[in-house]
């Protein structure tokens, strides 16, 4: 009996390690990728929505024109001083495209931009599932 428990838990503990699937998309569909950038909008530089409105037109939409969202977040992090830094934020949903690189070289693009217009330190920038960092 306990043989068979543990080849159970084994065969279901295998089961959760197998590799993922690709996504299997109905018919006239396929897999849309996507990446989230997170952009804090505290201090040093102020970040208002007429500022990002013309953020995302001049160097998000131009790379990425397939599909752009833009949503408020609030979230925490450790600063170079190692201090815990709450602000709010925006997280902005892109597109990928599906050929060349993937994006990656454009959201990193987007990511300095960001970085050096609003003097932000952190960019976090989220990929999509199951695929190497941006």
Sequence with gaps: MRAAG????MLGVAGCASAPRPLACPVGQAP?????????????????ER????????????????????????????GSENRLIREASK????????????????????????????KQEPVVVLPPPGCDAL
């Design 91 to 118: 997280v902005v949903l892109v597109v990928l495209p599906t050929t060349g690189d993937g994006g990656g070289a454009k959201v990193e693009a987007v990511r300095a931009a960001y970085r050096t217009k609003f």
């Design 6 to 9: 543990a080849l159970i838990l």
């Design 32 to 48: 849309l990728r996507t990446a989230q950038l997170f952009f804090g909008a505290k201090a040093p530089a102020t970040l208002d």
């Design 51 to 78: 500022a990002l409105r013309r953020f995302v037109d001049q160097e998000v939409t131009p790379r990425f024109p397939d599909g752009v969202t833009v949503v408020d977040g609030g979230g925490q992090w450790k």
